[in-house]
């Protein structure tokens, strides 16, 4: 178990209110945490999509919609293997 410390924080009162809703049985302290991790990990991934655009040139319009249409793809899978319930042991649903 990761080792926790106490910090205080100042958060919009109509947020507060939000997140508790929210968070009520996870508890306010896990849902921060997730938040927290969530958004350093998008933080981490611009870092690497900048220093990729540095080393290798931005990314073409075709390059974009080719991603984003194998992301089309590998979703409608997905959707498909959750909804037939098959999947071969070590694949992901």
């Known amino acids: 178990m990761a080792t926790t410390k106490k910090v205080t924080v100042t958060i919009p009162e109509d947020l507060l209110d939000e997140i508790r809703a929210e968070a009520a049985e996870r508890g306010l302290s896990a849902y921060v945490a997730e938040a927290l991790r969530f958004k350093r990990d998008r933080d981490r991934l611009r870092e690497l999509a900048d220093w990729l655009q ?40």
């Open 54 to 93: 540095e080393e290798h040139g931005p990314v073409t319009e075709d390059e974009r919609a080719a991603a984003f249409g194998e992301l089309e793809d590998l979703d409608a899978e997905h959707k498909r293997r959750r909804a037939t319930g098959k999947h071969s042991a070590g694949e992901a649903a």
